[in-house]
């Protein structure tokens, strides 16, 4: 039986994430120790749902939990609930934004390299088929020359949960996944609701745009002779998000190396400069590890 904690369930990952364990009894090997939640009342009503224990503290489960879930709704929480975890060397899920600071990015990237720890999460759009198929092409170049990229996601620019850096990750990941995720700059523009961002790599650039009041995800590759890509939705990926972390609770490997699943938050935080300086700027790769 693996025990395991959620650490931030006012995010309605948990709910669906616990759906899967406990109403669902998909995982009869997986126990839920407890949630917690700075927001009490959200701790309330899970724990009640779903007859859970509502944890005093984020740390109560540490030296007992074998793998735990960090989903708070504010990315800046995230390496602060799994820091008393590091040394245990447990699986952790970590939800998006992995952190918002750069400097929680480097510090956690650190903290669990030293300590082995496997880890997965981010932004569950990665698992669209869509998104998997144009990975494909873009890294075989099945289809001719790339030229470049346009994606579309929805944003909440202002929000309690870190602004810009709350829902942001899922656009910034799904480039990262097709396009690599170390890009050299960025240069981003808002109008009114909408960010309209130029990333740019080596060979070709990739254009973002960020709206807000609008649910709509969608992934083009632009090719020598044509565009590939459109429109996707996120039926079932949830299932395979958390497979994912089943797969690194009993044993297998992680889907991305540590150096990746940090990377969003480097372009994140270049997009947020360039918002803010109206200049185009270089993004961070990260601690050397």
Do not use: W
């Amino acid at each position: 039986m693996y025990k395991i904690a959620i650490l931030g369930c006012e995010n309605s990952h948990a709910n669906t994430f616990l759906d899967f364990v406990i109403k669902d009894k998909k995982y009869p090997d997986i126990e839920v120790l407890g949630v917690f939640s700075e927001d009490d009342e959200a701790a309330q009503k899970v724990s009640e749902t779903y007859g859970v224990h509502k944890a005093a503290s984020y740390d109560e489960f540490a030296g007992i939990a074998d793998a735990i879930i960090v989903t708070a709704r504010h990315g800046g929480n995230h390496y602060k609930y799994a820091k008393p975890y590091v040394k245990y060397g447990i699986p952790m899920f970590i939800d998006k934004p992995v952190t918002v600071s750069e400097e929680d990015a480097n510090n956690f990237l650190k903290d669990i390299t030293a300590n082995n720890i496997k880890v997965c999460g981010g932004s569950v759009c990665t698992f669209a088929p869509e998104v998997k198929n144009l990975k494909k092409i873009v890294s075989e170049k099945s289809e001719g020359k790339v030229c470049g990229g346009y994606l579309r996601a929805p944003v909440f620019l202002e929000n309690p949960y870190g602004n810009f850096f709350f829902y942001s990750q899922h656009l910034v990941e799904v480039m990262c996944e097709i396009f690599g995720h170390f890009p050299k700059s960025v240069k981003a523009y808002q109008n009114d609701k909408t960010v309209n961002c130029t990333v740019r790599y080596a060979d070709y650039d990739v254009n973002l745009l960020f709206t807000e009041d609008s649910s709509v995800y969608s992934a083009q590759v632009s090719l020598e002779n044509k565009i590939i890509g459109g429109e996707y939705g996120l039926d079932g990926l949830f299932e395979q998000e958390f497979e994912a972390f089943n797969q690194l609770l009993i044993g297998g490997n992680m889907r991305k190396s540590y150096k990746d699943f940090f990377a969003p938050v480097f372009i994140l935080n270049a997009i947020d400069r360039s918002l803010k300086s109206g200049n185009e700027e270089k993004v961070n790769r990260g601690a050397d590890i």
